[in-house]
């Protein structure tokens, strides 16, 4: 007798060069520097032997750009699902205005449509960032769900890591406050949930999966970062994560980022950045074992594909939301 697996998603936000320039305080981001055209392909390689499909959460600015849309276009046409990644990828959804976050939501969408011939009907806010206007104009859209809480306690402790490793002004850090989360994030569920959104509408909530009980991010740049200390270390990690979801009968959504998986070697713009003196070799080592072990356990599917089946289950609970 065949037990049947709990699901998993994966998901890409697919941050590029000029993001991660933008967030580290760097000048020459404003010229929307690209990597794209070596990382996608390389990726989309990657994750063909592994016969995996994955949803990317492409930012508006990128699918605006001439330059971009050849690699972005491959995405779908190699049989990939695209999400929304707000327009300008900026870490702090919260402090717009409604007429603000509307057009980050819809220039984005419009873009994405346009170049991969793929309507998104997920939404991933930057930096785990979101606020009740963004989930009720997704929810007005037709989205089928957001996926931009990260349930840890761990956000704070992260935010002053990076603003001690960044070059940022002041006032850089203060629209940054609560850049990778509150404390009050670390009190959300870990399962999918609905969001209560006005009075009528509802919108299914997949959040980035931490682990189970203990509320610790498990996403692969966390494993990579251990894998750095020992391998042991990073398996005893995942596995322990892996226990606790089954325990918990908890499907997680697993995030990557690109620099989980290229290394300075390829982009040496960025070499600079942590971790990325790690090679692309290595980590594509790391990403294979990782998914294999994800595998043995769950069946890996899409955000939308995962969306739709929590949706056909209906049995999520409600939740209200509290900012
Ligand atoms: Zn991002």
Redesign the pocket.
């Known amino acids: 007798m065949s037990e049947s697996k709990l699901l998993a998603s994966i998901s890409l ?3 590029n060069q000029w ?1 991660y320039m933008k967030i580290h305080g760097d000048a020459g981001w404003q010229a929307f520097p690209s990597y794209f055209d070596i990382f996608i392909p390389y990726v989309l390689d990657i994750l063909k032997t592994l016969g995996l499909r994955v949803t990317f ?1 492409i ?1 508006g600015q990128d699918a605006a750009l001439e330059k971009n849309r050849e690699p972005l276009s491959m995405i779908t046409s190699r049989g990939h699902e695209v999400g929304n ?2 327009f300008s ?1 900026e ?1 702090w959804m919260h402090l717009l205005s409604n007429e603000k976050v509307e057009e980050e939501v819809i220039r984005a969408e419009q873009l994405i449509q346009q170049v991969t011939g793929q309507k998104p009907v997920g939404f ?1 806010g ?2 785990f960032s979101w606020s009740a206007d963004l989930l009720s104009i997704l929810s007005d859209r037709g989205y089928l769900y957001d996926a931009s809480t990260l349930p840890t306690f761990i956000g704070p402790v992260a935010r002053m890591y990076y603003f001690w490793t960044s070059n940022l002004t002041r006032d850089e850090k203060k629209n940054r406050k609560e850049l990778f989360g509150s404390f009050k994030d670390g009190l959300r569920p870990i399962k999918p949930y609905y969001w209560q959104v006005g009075s009528q509408n509802k919108i299914i909530e997949i959040p980035v999966s931490t682990i189970p009980v203990i509320k610790l991010p498990f996403h692969l740049s966390y494993l990579l970062y251990l894998s750095g200390y020992s391998l042991n270390l990073m398996r005893l990690y995942l596995n322990s994560a892996i226990w606790f979801c089954k325990l918990t009968k908890t499907e997680p959504s697993f995030l990557l ?1 690109p620099l989980d998986l290229i290394g300075g070697d390829q982009i040496p713009q960025l070499a600079f950045f942590p971790g990325m003196n790690i090679s692309s070799a290595q980590k594509i080592i790391i990403f294979q074992e990782v998914i294999k072990t994800l595998s043995r356990h769950f069946q890996i599917i899409t955000m939308s594909e995962y969306a739709r089946k929590l949706f056909m289950r209906n049995n999520l609970r409600v939740v209200n939301i509290t900012q």
Do not use: A, I
Request: aromatic share 8%; charged share 20%; net charge negative.
């Open positions: 936000d697919l941050d993001s959460f930012v990644h707000s990828h870490s991933r930057p930096g980022h």
